[in-house]
């Protein structure tokens, strides 16, 4: 025989239900947070992939010359900024307003790439970030704090770049050491 | 009232598997475009690498020589058809040769472009090749030997004695460097400290450098001296050649033949023989440059060479010398 729905009853199913609905919103707000956590970790991997494709690119390239007229392949090299020439035109000389000059700069917490007289920031949430250049035996040149000069660049056969990124919000980083050749065999 | 709280927990299950499915497809749909970015990137590296590679091996079987025409007239060797350009090029990529701006006269410097394709990804580059320097090995033969054939001493000491000078590789042939490295152990050939590894190279290209020599002001097996310091000249002796007492000499030894040493010869520059060397027992030939023959080489005597830029540069000063080819540049075109 049913007594009908009384008060005690109401009181836990509304405890049951505060019970699920709070577990159903705890799940969907670690739900979320991973996503979150996941889409900026996968984006910060992204930016610093992209940024270490992007000095591989211009390293590899760095001193192109196809009239032989002698363009140096990094014209700045320091530990925080490196700039790089090419004559990707062919007509003999090297354009400062264009790509044929190219440089990386890391300056307070972002990694920028200047194309020409163009910045364009690469990546921002930079905590370390230096370039390292290595002679023809894969050994570091001592490092001046103005940078390199002219005869210790000509001896720079490969530039290293280290690099760690932390987006806000994330405990993980971002990391990645690149070597590249200069694309030269004399 | 049983039925209505069977009602609202089946809606609760719904709801919460709705939004674990949803958070599932979202976690799942980034998962999946990492995956396509990863694959592309790898597919990427892959491709570049064998451009690379491509570009290394081509490198390699580019001759050491004084400019690039016989490249550019592609693989028959005969300018004006339609093979003119083309390159001999590894499975897995293309290769195409033309001369760059500014040197289609001379053809000193040309452009190489390679296409090359590799785990599902394509790329190609361009170089900008041209001569170099003079080829750094102490000892540059046309065949290689049989290992019995070193019965004597072949000491190869490739420290140039120059400050900041770099170091020669032992000795330079054609076939693949475990070939090479197998030879030299089987002959038993003694390299110094600091010698660099032999090379896969070609033969020497000694026609043509014999047609140099017949053109520039040359003397002849008289310039070879018995005592004292002999000074660099250019020596060019038109067939075999046996050393029967002993001499001293300097510059470029050119034998358009078997240079055959039954006594000491002690030379500072380049000697070369296009028929072969052969060292008696008991008789020396002792180099300091380099030693370049076209035929076989046989020592039952003892044949010490060491580097010696300063000797080949001014051999190179007398009449320009082979030079090895190199890259003087690179871009990825897409």
């Known amino acids: 025989m049913s007594r009908g729905f009384g008060l005690l009853d109401l009181l836990v199913g509304m405890a049951l239900g505060l019970v699920v609905l709070g577990a159903i919103t705890a799940a969907v707000g670690t739900g979320g947070r991973l996503l979150r956590n996941a889409s900026a970790r996968g984006e910060g991997e992204d930016t610093t992939q992209m940024a270490v494709e992007a000095l591989t690119f211009d390293v590899r390239r760095a001193g192109y010359d196809p009239r032989a007229t002698g363009v140096t392949p990094i014209t700045e090299a320091v530990a925080d900024r490196v700039a790089l020439a090419a004559d990707l035109d062919a007509d003999g000389a090297v354009d400062p307003d264009s790509e044929e000059t190219t440089a990386y700069i890391c300056r307070g917490g972002r990694l920028s790439r200047i194309i020409g007289r163009q910045s364009l920031p690469l990546a921002d949430g930079i905590t370390s970030c230096a370039f390292r250049y290595l002679d023809e035996h894969g050994t570091a040149l001592s490092l001046p704090a103005a940078g390199l000069d002219a005869a210790a660049r000509a001896r720079v056969r490969a530039v290293a770049f280290d690099v760690t990124l932390l987006p806000s919000g994330l405990a993980g980083a971002s990391r990645r050491t690149v070597v590249v050749a200069l694309r030269r065999t004399m | ?334």
């Open chain 2, 1 to 334: 009232m049983r039925g209505e709280r069977g009602t609202a927990a089946l809606a609760a299950a719904l709801v919460a598997l709705a939004v674990s499915a949803a958070i599932g497809a979202a976690i799942s749909e980034v998962a999946r475009t990492e995956l396509v970015l990863a694959q592309t990137r790898r597919a990427a590296a892959a491709a570049l690498a064998a451009a690379d590679g491509c570009l290394a091996e081509v490198m390699t079987r580019v001759a050491p020589g004084w400019d690039f025409a016989d490249l550019l007239a592609g693989p028959d060797g005969v300018a004006g058809n339609g093979d003119d350009g083309s390159l001999a090029t590894p499975p897995g990529c293309t290769g195409g040769a033309a001369p760059a701006p500014g040197a289609a006269a001379t053809r000193a410097r040309i452009l190489l472009r390679i296409d090359a394709s590799a785990g599902g990804g394509r790329r190609a580059l361009q170089a900008v090749v041209a001569r170099g320097s003079v080829p750094a090995a102490l000892l540059w033969l046309g065949t290689l030997p049989a290992a019995d054939a070193i019965g004597g001493s072949l000491a190869l000491d490739g420290v140039d004695p120059a400050a900041g000078a770099p170091a020669w590789a032992s000795f330079a042939a054609p076939a693949p460097p475990e070939t090479l490295d197998a030879w030299a152990a089987g002959a038993r050939v003694a390299s110094s400290n600091g010698t660099l590894p032999a090379w896969s190279a070609g033969p020497p290209s000694l026609a043509a450098l014999a047609a140099l020599v017949l053109a520039t002001p040359h003397g002849d097996a008289g310039t070879l001296v018995t005592s004292g310091a002999p000074a660099p000249t250019l020596a060019y002796v038109g067939g075999d050649f046996t050393v029967t007492t002993p001499l001293r000499g300097a510059g470029l030894l050119f034998v358009d033949g078997t240079l055959d040493i039954r006594a000491a010869l002690d030379f500072t520059g380049l000697v070369v023989a296009s028929g072969g060397v052969r060292v008696a027992g008991g008789a020396s030939l002792t180099v300091a440059g380099a030693v370049w023959i076209g035929s076989t080489l046989a020592v039952d005597g003892t044949v010490g060479i060491r580097a010696d830029g300063a000797a080949i540069a001014a051999v190179d000063g007398f009449l320009p010398l082979p030079r090895r080819a190199v890259i003087l540049g690179q871009q990825d075109l897409d």
